[in-house]
């Protein structure tokens, strides 16, 4: 990739005008990271307002939550916020957004089904298209058994997404991201591998990205014209026979006359976690900027602005990516490692983003330890402390199953009462 310092300037602290009208000041956004700090009762815990605030002070243009499921009964871990038509005191979520849109950012709620990635140990099945475990080798059993969804189900799901966009817009959030992306319910329903169905939803990519479309109708019309509606997708799964770059390309045409305002691309699923720069197909990532590659071919055939994450923690990367016809530069790690990098590089400090350094030889192990640290300083930015310049990966995951333990209990005592 061409990443030259002697490139005119490109506008990476210039607005963008969306498809709705909607400016986003800059062309940096903090992409979603999952920060696994809901309170009691699946709500936004007072601490994910601060986390927030902290991205909002830093300079970025857009800020983009960690998920926020559609479903109490469908968590992908019990750390997850939840968000649906029968939540009635949405106090919480307006203090979050608040915090956000603070220093003029847009902010977007992410709004997700893990379908088959849900942790067994919240005692609810993983639903998907089809029942395809996840395989994480001797890892599994950390994975709930999942579920094929009826006609019924599937509608509902549907109809739940768009109920939780409205919720959204009525907290006081300038939009959503529906997650289509990184082997969550849409993603399986978009990928061969996962979705086997022989009626309407699966086979042809058409009817395997029938869900997608539905759920952004749901959502579209379900909010005002100017409320933003984006979609993260992967850019390939990263596993032979799953959704690949040739898909995607093809899903984001399809999309051009939905209504969306933005696309995110990434790529991968908790098997193959590209996002963290890892594949199982044996194609070779670049070193930064993951996704750039696929991204900038979508871009030539979309008609929104495209946005790519994965791995961007260097200015002359980030300007590179805009270079390449990609509208939004998302960051995540290393913005959770230094939320004023935005500020600092507008200013014209040479300071590039860090990443966790891991040593575990164990591929799985070395993702939850990467994940964990991430958890880790996103808990400390809600503190109101820095996040650690060198976390250990290894305590880092003692204390996330420590704690994970701690609030699966907790969320199978109160979602009796849901059942």
């Not at 300071?351 to 192990?365: E, R, S, Y």
Request: hydrophobic letters at 45%; a positive charge.
């Amino acid at each position: 990739m061409n990443t030259s310092l002697n490139k005119k300037p490109t506008a990476l602290f210039s607005p963008l005008v969306l498809p709705n009208g909607t400016v986003i000041p800059n062309r940096i956004a903090k992409a979603a990271i999952a920060a696994s700090l809901a309170a009691h009762g699946q709500l936004p815990d007072a601490r994910l307002a601060r986390v927030e605030q902290n991205f909002a002070r830093g300079g970025v243009g857009l800020i983009i939550t960690g998920n926020v499921m559609v479903d109490p009964l469908a968590l992908g871990n019990p750390g997850d916020v939840a968000l649906h038509k029968d939540t009635t005191d949405l106090t919480p979520f307006k203090a979050w957004a608040q915090a956000a849109r603070r220093h003029g950012a847009q902010v977007w709620m992410q709004i997700n089904h893990p379908g088959r990635q849900a942790m067994s140990s919240l005692g609810q099945p993983g639903w998907s298209p089809s029942e395809v475990a996840v395989d994480l080798g001797k890892h599994s059993k950390m994975i709930a058994k999942p579920k094929a969804l009826n006609e019924t189900q599937i509608r509902q799901i549907i109809q739940r997404f768009g109920d939780t966009a409205r919720q959204a817009e009525s907290a006081g959030f300038t939009g959503v991201e529906i997650h289509a992306a990184h082997g969550y319910l849409i993603s399986q329903f978009l990928s061969p591998r996962t979705n086997l169905r022989n009626d309407q939803w699966g086979g042809s990519l058409a009817n395997r990205a029938r869900f997608l479309l539905e759920v952004v109708a749901a959502v579209r019309s379900a909010v005002q014209p100017n409320f933003c509606v984006a979609v993260k997708i992967n850019s390939a799964d990263f596993q032979r026979g799953g959704f690949d770059s040739n898909d995607a390309l093809e899903v984001v045409k399809m999309l051009n006359s939905s209504g969306v305002d933005l696309v995110e691309l990434s790529g991968g699923s908790y098997e193959a976690p590209a996002m963290q720069g890892e594949t199982r197909d044996g194609r070779t990532l670049a070193r930064e900027a993951y996704f750039l590659e696929f991204a900038r071919d979508i871009a030539k055939v979309a008609r929104m602005p495209i946005m790519t994450t994965g791995g961007i923690r260097r200015r002359e990367v980030a300007e590179d990516v805009l270079a390449q016809g990609v509208s939004v530069v998302g960051i995540a790690t290393a913005l959770a490692m230094n939320p004023d990098l935005p500020l600092e590089w507008r200013a014209g400090k040479p300071k590039d983003g860090v990443f966790p350094v891991i040593k575990l030889k164990d591929k799985m192990m070395a993702s939850l330890a990467h994940m964990a640290i991430i958890q880790r300083q996103m808990h400390r930015l809600g503190a109101g402390q820095r996040p650690l310049a060198n976390a250990s990966g290894l305590y880092s995951i003692i204390l996330d199953q420590l704690r994970t333990k701690m609030l699966a209990q907790r969320y199978r005592c109160w979602s009796k009462g849901l059942a």
